[in-house]
């Protein structure tokens, strides 16, 4: 490579970090790594397209730039993330149901479970598929051992030594 191709190597790179607008240096951090996972991925796609490149090594190339690709999505995420426009977590409450005591049962109940929109007041309602139903809690998850099993000892492994 020339000193005439390196200068405008670094000039394209200057370029592409100073579209990001970064704020501050950690978000110049995540331009410079943006950039150079762009320039992974598209030299790694370029070699794999050479008609002289054996076959495993250009599967190879091509899986490193899917790599590259994804770390740059990543990259990008995270650097709208730290500017406050990532995507919002949100949860959609989409039937909700107080028992007597006023605890709350969120989440999707199968009709018949009192999620069909039919209930009627101080009538009690199945709980949803594989859970029991305790009057106190509400839906509850199904016990790991039955109360009536009796529980037994675990042997413990010995030193050979100790007899």
């Given at each position: 490579?020339?000193?005439?191709?390196?200068?405008?190597?670094?000039?394209?790179?200057?370029?592409?970090?100073?579209?990001?607008?970064?704020?501050?240096?950690?978000?110049?951090?995540?331009?410079?790594?943006?950039?150079?996972?762009?320039?992974?991925?598209?030299?790694?796609?370029?070699?794999?397209?050479?008609?002289?490149?054996?076959?495993?090594?250009?599967?190879?190339?091509?899986?490193?730039?899917?790599?590259?690709?994804?770390?740059?999505?990543?990259?990008?995420?995270?650097?709208?993330?730290?500017?406050?426009?990532?995507?919002?977590?949100?949860?959609?409450?989409?039937?909700?149901?107080?028992t007597g005591d006023?605890?709350?049962?969120?989440?999707?109940?199968?009709?018949?479970?009192?999620?069909?929109?039919?209930?009627?007041?101080?009538?009690?309602?199945?709980?949803?598929?594989?859970?029991?139903?305790?009057?106190?809690?509400?839906?509850?998850?199904?016990?790991?051992?039955?109360?009536?099993?009796?529980?037994?000892?675990?042997?413990?492994?010995?030193?050979?030594?100790?007899?």
């Open positions: 490579m020339t000193h005439e191709d390196r200068t405008k190597q670094r000039e394209a790179v200057l370029l592409a970090m100073v579209a990001f607008k970064p704020q501050d240096e950690i978000e110049a951090m995540l331009a410079g790594q943006a950039v150079a996972l762009h320039a992974m991925s598209m030299e790694l796609s370029r070699r794999a397209m050479l008609a002289e490149q054996p076959g495993e090594l250009a599967a190879g190339m091509r899986k490193g730039a899917v790599l590259a690709s994804r770390g740059f999505v990543e990259v990008i995420d995270a650097l709208d993330r730290r500017r406050g426009k990532g995507r919002k977590q949100s949860i959609v409450v989409k039937h909700m149901h107080l006023a605890r709350a049962m969120i989440g999707n109940f199968a009709p018949g479970g009192g999620g069909d929109g039919k209930e009627t007041e101080g009538e009690p309602h199945a709980p949803p598929a594989g859970l029991a139903l305790d009057a106190a809690a509400g839906a509850v998850v199904p016990p790991l051992r039955r109360a009536d099993e009796k529980r037994h000892r675990v042997p413990i492994a010995r030193d050979a030594r100790e007899g």
